[in-house]
């Protein structure tokens, strides 16, 4: 069985939505709890953090987590960040190039 981690923090967004400023040092900490050997028990090969990613980044790194994996396999997706609605309810994760429109929508980017 592998264990593969992908962590993912978002802080810095595109016109009309607020930084979040402890983001970054959430995935961090996970990432030290996954890599404990008493707690997490993940290689440090095995977790990848990704910090402030745009849409492509974030899209490209889930894909290759979940590419390989087999059924007894755990593979963790974390995210730390805003998550957005569209028009439709859809919820999204806010990556760095979402933003919001002049008239005040929601872009997820």
Not at 51 to 58: G, I, L, V
Not at 80 to 97: A, E, P, Q, V, Y
Request: charged content about 20%; glycine content about 12%; cysteine-free.
């Amino acid at each position: 069985m592998k264990k593969i981690a992908l962590i993912i923090g978002v802080s810095e967004y595109g016109v009309g939505l607020n930084p979040l400023k402890g983001t970054l040092k959430d995935i961090e900490a996970l990432q030290t709890v996954l890599v404990n050997p008493e707690i997490g028990g993940f290689q440090s090969e095995d977790v990848t953090l990704l910090a402030n990613p745009n849409r492509q980044q974030m899209e490209s790194a889930i894909f290759a987590l979940f590419r390989h994996l087999t059924a007894s396999d755990l593979g963790l997706l974390y995210f730390s960040g805003h998550g957005i609605k569209d028009d439709r309810g859809t919820l999204f994760f806010g990556t760095s190039d979402s933003y919001k429109t002049t008239q005040g929508e929601l872009h997820p980017a």
